[in-house]
């Protein structure tokens, strides 16, 4: 096996230890009541474990996909960016929760300070690889162009120059009484020592804008099967840039939107790898069409049953007294209405979205039609040999026809 491989397999075994030292110290002490603060009531408990839980299980997949990818000839940087960003993940819960354990039980040990210190030293950097910079170079390991090096290496300053005042910043880490940055640097400005966390922010944001424009970049000026491995990659982040914002702003809808971003960052290294190993990149178009069709079904079927028992509620409340007509009305009326809107959006999304299959289908609709009537062998032959070139463009059409008893073909 080559360094690479053994380093990217030294990646994936401190990625997990640093995950079970973390979901070890969630499961086996009071952590999240006694030292943050958190209000211990079994739901809350419930959702922080969950959401770190999936949080770890992000950062696995992450380093487990670089590792495999870390052996294949031009994903070296994809694999790099994905071992970092895994990590890294891995490393802020288990700065934060680990070190901050160690800290509640010893604050004047120092190891237990640099462990603490893990935490808000890893999760600038975390955020900044985990998606933004994983886009600046897929699919190609590169970066768009010569010219992108200059934005990214000042973007990369500013996250390092934000760390690097973290890791220094004197005094009690990320606000934790008790605590002591054991490489602070006393006598440093303050108003220096403040720009760390501004810093920090917009390299990440900064990184994002880049990580955005690098893939419509890309896409531009792409061929077919690039243009499918973004597919991939722009349909998963999707999953998680939208859920992303409505977790945070949806209050007691918090943890369900906060769900389906958890499932959107496990399926990023899954749509990476994929991309990158070329695998049935054509099934793409296919997942589209069908996730925008059923979006837009559901979310008519939901508006039609909702104003239809508003309406028969408002209508029938003084005869029926109750709600039971209303919502069998409104069922029976959504249930009438699934099959016809779903094939009238599924061609719309398939003419739009999904170009090969309607196209095809429309090839076939059309052939059936102009020779419904036809019963020469030679013009059916022909006909047939004409839409298979029209529809695939094959280099070659050879039709063969099966022979009966007592026939001359």
């Known amino acids: 096996m080559s360094a690479g491989r ?37 739901s809350n408990v419930t959702i922080i474990f969950a959401a770190l839980a999936g949080l770890e299980a992000v950062s696995t997949s992450y380093v487990l996909v670089g590792m495999l990818l870390s052996g294949r000839r031009g994903a070296g940087r994809i694999a790099a960016v994905m071992l970092a960003g895994g990590a890294l993940l891995a490393a802020t819960p288990f700065g934060y929760y680990v070190g901050g354990e160690l800290v509640f039980e010893a604050p004047a040990n120092a190891l237990a300070n640099v462990l603490f210190l893990i935490g808000p030293v890893a999760v600038g950097s975390a955020f900044s690889l985990i998606l933004p910079g994983l886009a600046l170079v897929f699919p190609t390991g590169q ?14 300053a500013a996250l390092g120059v934000g760390t690097a005042l973290t890791l220094i910043r004197p005094g009690p880490i990320a606000g934790a009484t008790g605590s002591r940055n054991p490489f602070g640097i006393d006598g440093l400005p303050a108003g220096l020592l ?13 990184v994002t804008i880049l990580g955005v424009a690098a893939g419509l970049t890309r896409y531009r000026h792409a061929d077919v099967t690039l243009r499918q491995q973004l597919r991939w990659f722009v349909v998963a982040v999707l999953l998680v840039a939208v ?38 990149l054509y099934e793409i178009d296919r997942l589209i069409s069908r996730g925008l069709a059923w979006a837009v079904l559901s979310g008519l079927l939901v508006a039609v049953y909702a104003g239809a028992v508003i309406l028969l509620q408002s209508v029938l409340g003084g005869v029926t007294q109750g709600e039971t007509l209303a919502v069998a009305g409104s069922t029976l009326l959504a249930a009438a209405l699934f099959q016809p809107l779903r094939r009238r959006i599924q061609t ?21 039609e102009r020779l419904r009537d036809q019963v020469d062998v030679d013009h059916l032959r022909t006909a047939l040999a004409a839409a298979a070139g029209g529809a695939v463009h094959p280099t070659g059409v050879a039709v063969w026809l099966r022979s009966t008893p007592g026939s001359t073909r």
């Open 6 to 42: 053994w380093a990217a397999a030294a990646v994936v075994v401190a990625t997990l230890a640093m995950n079970a030292g973390t979901l070890w110290v969630l499961i086996g002490t009071e952590f999240l009541s006694r030292y943050q603060g958190v209000d211990s009531t079994e």
């Open 143 to 156: 970066l768009p162009s010569r010219r992108w090096r200059v934005p990214v290496a000042l973007v990369a």
């Open 194 to 206: 403040d720009a760390s966390g501004p810093l920090v922010v917009g390299a990440i944001v900064g």
């Open 243 to 280: 859920p992303l914002p409505a977790s945070v702003l949806s209050g007691e809808g918090a943890p369900f939107w906060g769900a389906i971003a958890c499932i959107g960052l496990l399926l990023v290294p899954v749509a990476v790898w994929i991309a990158v190993t070329r695998h049935r």
């Open 348 to 368: 719309t999304v398939d003419h739009r979205f999904n170009r090969a299959r309607y196209d095809a289908e429309r090839t076939a609709i059309d052939f059936a």
